[in-house]
């Protein structure tokens, strides 16, 4: 956390986290709140969010860890 908090694309990195994790805790609950919606006839909507948030958060660090890493 000290190297991401180092540098200004560190920050922007926790930043964009921290929206997401923010999202996912107060907006997603909402959203999903008496929906029976399913993707595909059988993929419920909460996990089609999960999934959306997960990769969200993959490309972020994947695109950190390769163009803005301090320590390569």
Same mark, same amino acid.
């Given at each position: 956390? *000290?190297?991401?908090?180092?540098?200004?694309?560190? *920050?922007?990195?926790?930043?964009?986290?921290?929206?997401?994790?923010?999202?996912?805790?107060?907006? !997603?609950?909402?959203? !999903?709140?008496?929906? /029976?919606?399913?993707?595909?006839?059988?993929?419920?909507? !909460?996990?089609?969010?999960?999934?959306?948030? /997960?990769?969200?958060?993959? =490309? =972020?660090?994947?695109?950190?860890? /390769?163009?803005?890493?301090?320590? *390569?």
């Amino acid at each position: 956390m *000290r190297e991401a908090f180092g540098h200004g694309p560190g *920050r922007i990195l926790i930043f964009i986290l921290t929206l997401s994790l923010i999202w996912w805790i107060f907006v !997603v609950p909402f959203i !999903v709140q008496n929906n /029976t919606y399913l993707f595909l006839g059988w993929i419920p909507l !909460v996990v089609i969010l999960w999934n959306i948030q /997960t990769i969200f958060w993959l =490309a =972020a660090i994947y695109i950190y860890t /390769t163009k803005y890493w301090p320590y *390569r």
